[in-house]
């Protein structure tokens, strides 16, 4: 997010983010599947996704939607329904439990799901995307698979850091930085004149974008 877009530096970090989420949410649904805990299964699942349709809006060119969009369609619709069906049978449950998760974390990521949904049937129904569409959705899509990964460390593993970054509010910080940042570019990328005539090049690197 720091680096020049289109640089050498940024394209090499790029690769390596994009490597590094897949494997890490791959890996967490691994182990959250070895240890029966549904709730973690789908929060990697979503963050797989988000990673994997985001790469895809900038690797290909602006022509129409394959195979891909559909399946990728058919995994946010079915997050979005077993998050929803959770988040319902933990509000009706004498615990307030679904899992050791209360409703409301099970509908901030079904309302996650369902707009990614959403943006997937919009590509569909238009047969493609372009421009500064495009750009936000890899942008947002990226920046909150970080924050997923991020609170997941941050927030929810708070005992393994030292006492400071638990008194100063460090690790909040840490884990709403994604969306700081991904508000910042969206912002950017939806009003600044550079982004407007200049869009994603047509198939070209999956981080070669417009400054």
Known sequence: MSFRKGS??????????????????ASGVYLAIVKSQPGNILGGVLTFYLVATAWMTARRSDGEP?????GALLVSLALGAVT???GLEAANSQTGLKYGYSPGPYFFLASVALLA???DIRILVRRGISGTQRLARHLWRMCFALFIAAASIFLARQQIFPDVLRKTGALF?????PLILMIFWLFRVRFANAYKRKSM???GDVYSLPT
């Open 117 to 119: 949904a959403t943006g």
């Open 84 to 86: 929803v069906s959770y």
């Open 201 to 203: 090049p047509r198939g």
């Open 66 to 70: 394959g195979i891909f969009d559909w």
């Open 8 to 25: 050498r530096r940024h394209r090499v970090a790029g690769n390596v983010f994009v490597i590094a989420m897949l494997s890490l949410s």
């Open 173 to 177: 910080l840490l884990s709403i930085l």
